[in-house]
């Protein structure tokens, strides 16, 4: 398995492009990741194939009162099912419930995850596989 750390962190992670299978992680994790950070992630299953995306740690920032409740201007972990921000939206998260599982329908599966310019925590992990439709 191929593991996709992010060691050295340029402030900057827009872009990233993932055709492997292999591990998912917030910049800087399990340290916590910097404020005023934008990471679109594109992944992309082999022909005939689908993204499984299982998180398995997600700790984002929340206002503390209201669990599952965003505010898109905070810190807010995104899933398209496809390839960009049209596509349809899985579900926006922060706080500290993990996710659990994304299938996407076609090839692609997107996250976008953004920060703003204060308050940060340990982000998230999650394992990157593809699974073939039946
Ligand atoms: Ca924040």
Known sequence: MLIFNQLSFSG???DEFIERV???QSPLYPD?????TICKTLMKAPEGM???LDML????EYDGFNEGVCWSNWDTFRVYDGMNEDAPLLGEYCGDLIPGQFISTGMHLLV???SDDI???RGYEAVVSFTSLT
């Open 50 to 52: 689908v993204v499984q």
């Open 119 to 121: 308050v940060t925590e």
């Open 112 to 114: 976008v995850f953004k």
């Open 32 to 36: 916590n990741y910097p404020n005023n």
């Open 22 to 24: 292999g591990v998912f």
């Open 12 to 14: 900057d992670c827009d």
């Open 57 to 60: 740690d997600f700790v984002l």
